[in-house]
């Protein structure tokens, strides 16, 4: 399920063709190894380094992670960019590494100023429900030239199916297939199209 970032790329992109040492850090118990792997799967090949929260014993929102990126690297030129204020800006800035806080698709299709907000804001709090929301956000606007400026919320027809309608009814036959009660006492269901009428 995971895709790559396209405008984020392309910044890895071009720090790759300026020769740029890249290393990757994450507040994450999954293992580096694992992490660098599906990194370089997904087009992230000259990463060279994850350093990782579980590994070190040091968090980035503490800051300890950030201590330990510069002794390992041994310099404090360093460009961190990231999707979180707090870890990845402020607590980077506080040990002296130049930040760049760069928000999540999430956080910009969520924003105060944006006319999706209020079709996504109230979405349930099931998991299952946020990670097909999730993805279908990163999916949709992993290029960033997807999101509209205008007032209408869907820019076309094919937009309204793959971000309206799509994850709902994904949404609600995954509840369907997964729930026992409906699988055990039902032999079948129907779904009735337009407004039902027999």
Known sequence: LLSRRQDMY??????????????????????????????HKKGYNLISEV?????????????????????????????????NFYSDCKKALECGITAIYYPSIKDIILSEHSIYRDVWNKVSSDPICR?????????????????????????????????????ILFYIANAIANNKNIQKNYSELLFASRDGYL
């Open 10 to 39: 392309e910044v890895y992109l071009y720090a790759a063709s300026k020769n740029k040492k890249i290393v990757a850090t994450s507040d994450m118990y999954l293992s580096s190894s694992f992490l660098k792997e599906t990194l």
């Open 51 to 83: 350093y990782v929260s579980n590994e070190y014993k040091a968090r980035k929102d503490t800051g300890a992670l950030y201590e330990k990126l510069k002794e390992k690297e041994q310099t404090t030129d360093i460009l961190h960019i990231g999707d």
């Open 131 to 167: 990670i097909v929301l999730g993805f279908t956000l990163n999916r949709y606007f992993g290029n960033l030239a997807n999101i509209k400026a205008g007032s209408g919320v869907f820019a076309d027809f094919e937009s309204m199916i793959s971000l309206g309608l799509a994850p």
